[in-house]
């Protein structure tokens, strides 16, 4: 696979006690990763194994890590998607957790070590566990409501910091979207991400499904680990894929039935979910789906 995509590799030093191997796409996306590698740096408990993949990097981006001895990357000429990118990235990782963050993230105090506490009181690896999202127009329920900044201009880093840990929000069910946290043995056991929702598209809940289908119950929005969220600054910019329909066709059911009713995405955290209960109307909305997605295939 590699190899066909051309992707150069730069492996930075191995280094003891590191906790999360953090993987972070980017593409073209310099000002924003500065600030979220900044913010790993400053607000983190422990010591982490930094991973980027850089997609084009015509805007110095490759240059500037090449001055960063303690950051790992790989580098592609073309943009090649999150798909691939985080593949690519997750061959590179020295520790047992592999942790997806966007670059357009600002990471708050201690949300390394919310989230190492909710891993170590599991007991188990079967299990999938998101931070929790601070974003100036929330895109999910899973998110809390608080305007710091649209840009790296307009950003408040000294409001946010005074204010992040009084924003009202319990833990949540149905972890999907970065940042979020598997065991290394759990991403080989599902195969990472699925390649055929390139660039990206619905590759999330992709990754979820097969964690479902792998036994996985366990997936849990961590309300004390928190982000800041700037909001999908690169998927603005990225044609979109059909990746709606290739769920479909691949699983028999839409992603918002699975998250709704599966994961019960957004709802209060209760422990470990249950196999919902079948539904004649969902049957037959999901094969209704399912013809359309054929159609849209051909």
Not at 174 to 190: D, F, I
Not at 241 to 257: E, P, Q, R, V
Request: hydrophobic share 35%.
């Amino acid at each position: 696979m590699t190899e066909g995509l051309n992707v150069k590799y730069h492996q930075c030093e191995n280094k003891k006690n590191e906790c999360f191997s953090i993987l972070i796409p980017s593409w073209n996306n310099l000002e924003f990763l500065k600030l979220c590698i900044e913010s790993i740096r400053k607000n983190s408990t422990y010591a982490h194994q930094i991973i980027v993949h850089v997609n084009e990097g015509s805007d110095g981006t490759l240059q500037w890590l090449q001055e960063q001895s303690s950051i790992c990357y790989s580098h592609t000429s073309q943009n090649i998607g999150i798909c691939y990118a985080l593949n690519i990235m997750a061959e590179m990782s020295t520790t047992n957790y592999i942790l997806y963050m966007n670059d357009d993230m600002y990471v708050c105090p201690e949300w390394d070590k919310h989230l190492l506490e909710e891993i170590n009181s599991i007991g188990h690896h079967f299990f999938f566990i998101s931070a929790t999202a601070i974003e100036p127009v929330p895109q999910s329920r899973c998110s809390i409501k608080g305007d710091f900044g649209k840009d790296i201009k307009s950003f408040n880093e000294e409001k946010l910091l005074k204010s992040y840990a009084g924003l009202p929000k319990e833990d949540w069910q149905g972890a999907t979207w970065p940042p979020n946290v598997v065991h290394k043995s759990l991403w080989a056991l599902v195969g990472g991400y699925s390649i055929e929702f390139s660039p990206g598209m619905y590759s999330d809940p992709d990754f979820s499904m097969k964690l479902w289908k792998a036994g996985v119950r366990y997936f849990k929005g961590v309300a004390r680990s928190r982000v800041y969220h700037f909001g999908s600054v690169s998927v603005k910019r990225v044609n979109k894929n059909g990746g709606y329909y290739t769920f479909i066709s691949k699983w028999g059911l839409t992603a918002g039935t699975f998250s709704k009713y599966y994961l019960r995405r957004g709802q209060k955290f209760d422990g470990e979910l249950a196999v919902p209960e079948k539904k004649l109307y969902r049957s037959v909305k999901s094969l209704y789906k399912g013809v359309v997605a054929i159609f849209h295939r051909k």
